[in-house]
């Protein structure tokens, strides 16, 4: 049976290539007489089909969640680098003053520094204190650091606060004093407190100062 079907096969390709090769141009009028039936039957049945206009229309609503992604904000996809900044006190210095000049702009950390009773008394209104403020890239205050030397006993005082889970936090030290050399220099222009105010030079400074060139130099003269 199936050597039958193919050798039936055979004999029809056979007479089929036989045909194209004795009437050619027969041929190919056929297979053209096809298509053109063809697509006129296929337009026909195309224009049998509905009009679109006439096609109920439908609304679907589908709310689709927001997803903000690295590649939407740029800036998602940076780690947070904290930044550093230090300034000298000064005895006018409020919490909100303080904490402006150096460039923090938090809410709980003015309200914690204007509340906390060793803030109060050792920092606030106290001047030529160096304090190194740490802030987030939001301007909100991660640390403060605040350092002077009380007495000349080879000590200074030391005033952290920190920034926690549950809040901020205060701790006073007094730890052992390291002494370093730092040149500065500035111009008198209306006395001599308000020249190493401007070069961030503490007032025990401009007292020493003052004493040593007492002799030459009338500090409290002007003109």
């Known amino acids: 049976m199936k050597h039958g079907l193919i050798y039936a096969v055979e004999t029809c390709l056979a007479f089929s290539r036989n045909l194209t090769e004795r009437h050619p141009k027969r041929i190919t009028a056929i297979v053209a007489a096809m298509l053109i039936g063809g697509t006129g039957g296929t337009f026909a049945v195309a224009n049998l089909a509905p009009d679109a206009a006439d096609l109920p229309v439908r609304t679907v609503v589908e709310s689709i969640p927001l997803q903000v992604s690295a590649f939407n904000d740029p800036l998602a996809a940076l780690p947070s680098i904290p930044l550093y900044r230090s300034e000298v006190t000064r005895s006018t210095d409020t919490a909100d003053s303080l904490l402006k000049r150096l460039g923090v702009f938090d809410a709980a950390a003015s309200a914690f520094l204007r509340s906390n009773s060793q803030v109060q008394q050792v920092l606030l209104g106290r001047a030529g204190r160096n304090v190194t403020a740490e802030v987030d890239s939001q301007q909100s205050l991660l640390s403060l650091t605040a350092r002077w030397s009380p007495l000349d006993d080879g000590l200074f005082q030391r005033l952290s606060i920190r920034k926690t889970m549950g809040g901020f936090t205060a701790q006073l030290e ?5 002494a370093s050399t730092r ?8 006395s001599l407190f308000a020249a190493t105010d401007d070069a961030r030079l503490p007032d025990a400074i401009a007292v020493q100062l003052a004493e040593i060139f007492s002799g030459d130099i009338d500090f409290h003269r002007r003109g």
């Open 174 to 178: 007094t730890l052992p004093l390291v």
């Open 183 to 190: 040149l500065s220099g500035g111009v008198i222009q209306t």
